[in-house]
């Protein structure tokens, strides 16, 4: 069965950074688009950025650009988000999603095909 499992969430200050990993199962990982969104309390789930097949292309949301980047290491069936300079409206809980093909449509949660559980990330001021 296909899984995402996500892991490197925690409990961090302003300004502090973290890596979260998602590691991938039952799928061929190097022909999927990957991505990151989140989700706050109270709040419709967020694009957060997106990674072609071949790493070759990125994509960011405005609110992370300049502080996050998205890696992946196709060998290891696993996509990174590395977050840094974080904000407290960076707290939420981030998931990692696949998507088989890659178009103008990455940012639509609904476009993927598989998707992680989640992990935390708490940003305290």
């Known amino acids: 069965q296909v899984q995402l499992v996500e892991s490197g969430g925690g409990l961090v200050q302003a300004g502090g950074a973290l890596r979260l990993s998602c590691a991938a199962s039952?799928?061929?990982?190097?022909?999927?688009?990957m991505g990151w969104f989140r989700q706050a309390p109270g709040k419709e789930r967020e694009f957060v950025t997106a990674i072609t097949w071949s790493g070759s292309s990125t994509f960011y949301a405005e609110s992370v650009k300049g502080r996050f980047t998205i890696s992946r290491d196709n060998a290891k069936n696993t996509v990174y988000l590395q977050m840094n300079s974080l904000k407290p409206e960076d707290t939420a809980a981030y998931y990692c999603a696949a998507r088989r093909h890659f178009d103008s449509g990455y940012a639509k949660d609904y476009t993927y095909d598989y998707w992680g559980r989640g992990t935390q990330v708490t940003v305290s001021s």
């Open positions: 039952g799928l061929t990982f190097s022909i999927y688009s």
